[in-house]
């Protein structure tokens, strides 16, 4: 049985990485066995992987013909920051009152991790980087209910982020400056401050998803009716246009 678990966790950790750096293209269909193959992993611990991915909204899977990888959109990630911007602010205070001293102490290894990294050449590793952040935040507020509603919410928001990255190495020292105050302030017991920094985090989130905006409506051409300027933003999205990453 652990054996299984093991593989099930192993075929999530690589499907995930996959969707989150666009090698499993944005809008695609695959069949269950071009993962297998992907994963190196067999049917049961791929089927397992792919029923939690498609909890969190990851993935859409339809019975005998594939398992859709949904586009990315701007629309669809400010809606996923307002409510993410409320969850999040509840995640820390609970955290900041209910973390153990261990999980405090993490927090602030976490926090001195994420200094420097502004000059990484390795983007997959700072992705698992945020999700330990994530996963930290969750334990730490004690709540099993919280898990539910935030892994979408994280997971898909920090898909739609690492698509658009414009200019690397600042925005890698700006979500890195705010990820680390929240981790500060949850680590010494601030409630109000975590609070703040989880605010200023998302508003930072936000931001860019309204730049990554500017960006598409700037490379379409000035004769495009709202229907076009749909469908090109959600085709910006999910080739991350204009990214360099």
């Not at 995930?16 to 069949?31: K, Y």
């Not at 594939?66 to 990630?77: A, D, K, L, N, T």
């Not at 969850?87 to 420097?116: F, I, K, N, Y």
């Not at 495009?224 to 300027?229: D, F, L, M, S, V």
């Given at each position: 049985?652990?054996?299984?678990?093991?593989?099930?966790?192993?075929?999530?950790?690589?499907?995930?990485?996959?969707?989150?750096f666009?090698?499993?293209?944005?809008?695609?269909?695959?069949?269950?066995?071009?993962?297998?193959?992907?994963?190196?992993?067999?049917?049961?611990?791929?089927?397992?992987?792919?029923?939690?991915?498609?909890?969190?909204r990851?993935?859409?899977?339809?019975?005998?013909?594939?398992?859709?990888?949904?586009?990315?959109s701007?629309?669809?990630?400010?809606?996923?920051?307002?409510?993410?911007?409320?969850?999040?602010?509840?995640?820390?205070?609970?955290a900041?009152?209910?973390?153990?001293?261990?999980?405090?102490?993490?927090m602030?290894?976490?926090?001195?991790?994420l200094?420097?990294?502004?000059?990484?050449?390795?983007?997959?590793?700072?992705?698992?980087?945020?999700?330990?952040?994530?996963?930290?935040?969750?334990?730490a507020?004690?709540?099993?209910?919280?898990?539910?509603?935030?892994a979408?919410l994280?997971?898909?928001?920090?898909?739609?982020?690492?698509?658009?990255?414009?200019?690397?190495?600042a925005?890698?020292?700006?979500?890195?400056?705010?990820?680390?105050?929240?981790?500060?302030?949850?680590?010494?017991?601030?409630e109000?401050?975590?609070?703040?920094?989880?605010?200023?985090l998302n508003?930072?989130?936000?931001?860019?998803?309204?730049?990554?905006?500017?960006?598409?409506?700037?490379?379409?051409p000035?004769?495009?009716?709202?229907?076009?300027?749909?469908?090109?933003?959600?085709?910006?999205?999910?080739?991350?246009l204009?990214?360099?990453?």
């Amino acid at each position: 049985m652990p054996a299984t678990i093991n593989k099930a966790d192993q075929a999530y950790d690589k499907l995930e990485r996959m969707i989150t750096f666009q090698e499993l293209a944005p809008g695609s269909m695959v069949s269950e066995g071009t993962l297998m193959e992907l994963t190196g992993l067999g049917r049961s611990p791929v089927r397992d992987a792919l029923q939690r991915l498609a909890w969190e909204r990851m993935v859409e899977i339809h019975p005998r013909r594939g398992v859709i990888v949904p586009p990315i959109s701007v629309e669809v990630q400010l809606k996923l920051l307002e409510l993410r911007r409320s969850v999040e602010e509840l995640a820390v205070r609970m955290a900041s009152h209910r973390a153990t001293p261990a999980q405090r102490e993490a927090m602030l290894q976490l926090a001195d991790e994420l200094e420097g990294v502004g000059d990484t050449d390795d983007l997959r590793a700072y992705g698992q980087l945020l999700k330990r952040i994530h996963q930290l935040i969750v334990s730490a507020a004690q709540n099993e209910y919280l898990q539910l509603a935030m892994a979408p919410l994280q997971g898909l928001s920090r898909r739609f982020w690492f698509a658009n990255l414009k200019d690397r190495a600042a925005e890698l020292r700006a979500a890195s400056r705010l990820h680390a105050a929240t981790l500060r302030a949850i680590g010494g017991g601030d409630e109000q401050a975590a609070a703040a920094a989880s605010l200023a985090l998302n508003d930072y989130l936000s931001e860019f998803a309204y730049r990554t905006l500017r960006r598409v409506d700037e490379h379409m051409p000035k004769r495009t009716t709202a229907k076009e300027a749909k469908k090109a933003r959600g085709r910006a999205g999910s080739r991350g246009l204009p990214a360099e990453v």
